[in-house]
């Protein structure tokens, strides 16, 4: 009997150490596991960061756009404005026969016509800032 305890105490001891073997590569597996979970996380975290740099730069963009094609549509605008006013100007000056007569009349139309647009523009505003102010008693 004292030979069977003997290699039955060897068999435990070989048992233990498998178990604490297997217990060593279940702890690598869960800290290996734990480092990609690590690499992932980090990974999704640097494709939102992107994609958030990404929609603000497509909204600069639009901005910018907008911002340009504002630009060109006055620009576009004035010179129209000036040409009409040029070729108005011009045909006043013919039909008169006194060359100063034609921008004389066009610039002071065109005076008129910008001061009674910023009258008109300031009265509009202050009629819906008043009427705002009248809702919020």
Request: charged content about 25%.
């Amino acid at each position: 009997m004292v030979v069977d305890s003997g290699r039955i105490r060897e068999e435990e001891k070989a048992a233990a150490r498998k178990d604490s073997a297997s217990d060593a590569g279940i702890l690598d597996e869960v800290q290996e596991r734990l480092a990609v979970f690590g690499r992932e996380v980090k990974n999704l975290v640097d494709v939102k960061v992107a994609k958030a740099r990404l929609s603000v730069a497509r909204g600069l963009f639009k901005a910018a756009g907008f911002v340009l094609a504002a630009v060109f549509a006055s620009a576009f605008l004035a010179t129209a404005v000036v040409l009409l006013f040029s070729g108005i100007a011009g045909w006043i000056s013919e039909a008169s026969g006194r060359p100063w007569l034609g921008p004389l009349v066009t610039g002071g139309a065109g005076t008129a016509l910008v001061v009674i647009a910023f009258l008109v523009t300031r009265r509009v505003i202050s009629r819906k800032v008043a009427k705002k102010a009248c809702h919020e008693r």
